[in-house]
């Protein structure tokens, strides 16, 4: 009972942070008339203040001083910082600006991306399927690039940056909100700097917009940092599979809203560049699927052949003599 528990948990957590991902394209919008980078700012500062007084009550300070010593890592980590301060930023400006469902696309075709770097970064091998999936990928950015007449080049971005953030975030291996603590605190003098700089030349909206301005641009620290949670909480109780499925949660969330709640057009050629998309991804999700299958199945399949060897080695051996008192 206690383990089904937790994984109705785990997936509670999961669909709250992919949910919640999803959702945020409604959350940029109100903190308008400030600027993308003016928010992606707030956004860095206040989500270091959130994690540095979530750390404060769970008193998880030690890996701060090991961190400090390993001058890879912490390249890792800057590097980490800087895409994902690509991606925030360029996912905000385009909310702003009319392309939520180009944006959705970005985490539609990451895992397309994500393959591809393995490929071509770690040397991974694919199976036959991953191989037409990713090509059915490539595909479809072409189809949108001539419905767009031109590439698609913020899902493009959004794609590579938030995969060199995987990539990086893997390489790293640390939990959610140390990591999430070390790239905030990498950013932060930058971010500050640039808010004080705005504030010293009479742009900031922080103080000019009243209290409930205020109280909006804080919490964008909130917004990054409660899905990193649920999300950590989510990936050490369910499986990789089901996170991979849930990971799809996200786009479909901020593609709908693009289409119903912003009112963005979706011409027949856009329609057939995300179907491609959306058979690439299935293809992928099928084959994992079966793989998981297969390797249960395989692992099965050893234990029993084990378990059949020992069976006639204990009855040669016979009954097991008793411990003399």
Request: aromatic share 10%.
């Amino acid at each position: 009972m206690k383990g089904i528990n937790e994984q109705r948990a785990g997936l509670m957590s999961g669909i709250g942070a992919y949910g919640l991902w999803g959702l945020v394209p409604l959350f940029w919008p109100l903190l308008k008339p400030a600027g993308a980078i003016e928010i992606l700012a707030h956004r860095m500062v206040w989500s270091l203040a959130f994690v540095a007084v979530a750390l404060l009550a769970l008193r998880r300070w030690s890996w701060i001083g090991e961190l400090i010593r390993q001058p890879k890592k912490l390249g890792l980590i800057s590097v980490a910082a800087a895409t994902i301060t690509v991606n925030w930023g360029l996912y905000i400006w385009s909310v702003n600006n009319g392309h939520v469902v180009e944006a959705s696309l970005g985490y539609f075709i990451n895992p397309l991306v994500t393959i591809a770097m393995g490929v071509l970064l770690l040397g991974e091998r694919l199976r036959p399927v991953q191989w037409v999936a990713v090509g059915t990928g490539v595909a479809a950015v072409l189809v949108l690039a001539i419905g767009y007449g031109r590439p698609p080049w913020i899902s493009l971005v959004l794609a590579f940056s938030f995969a060199t953030y995987g990539l990086m975030k893997k390489k790293v291996n640390m939990g959610g909100l140390e990591s999430l603590t070390a790239e905030t605190a990498v950013v932060f003098v930058p971010a500050l700097g640039y808010l004080l700089w705005l504030g010293a030349r009479g742009e900031s909206t922080f103080t000019s917009e009243g209290v409930g301005h205020v109280a909006l641009l804080a919490s964008a620290g909130l917004v990054t940092a409660v899905p990193l949670v649920l999300f950590g909480a989510a990936a050490i109780r369910v499986p990789l599979s089901t996170l991979g499925l849930l990971q799809y949660l996200a786009p479909v969330f901020q593609f709908a809203l693009g289409i119903v709640y912003f009112h963005e057009a979706m011409p027949p050629e856009r329609w057939a560049g995300f179907t491609l998309v959306w058979l690439a991804l299935t293809l992928l999700t099928w084959d994992a699927f079966r793989t998981a299958r297969r390797t249960r199945t395989r692992m099965q399949e050893a234990r029993q052949a084990a378990q059949q060897q020992t069976a006639p080695r204990q009855a040669a051996d016979g009954p097991a003599p008793h411990a003399q008192i």
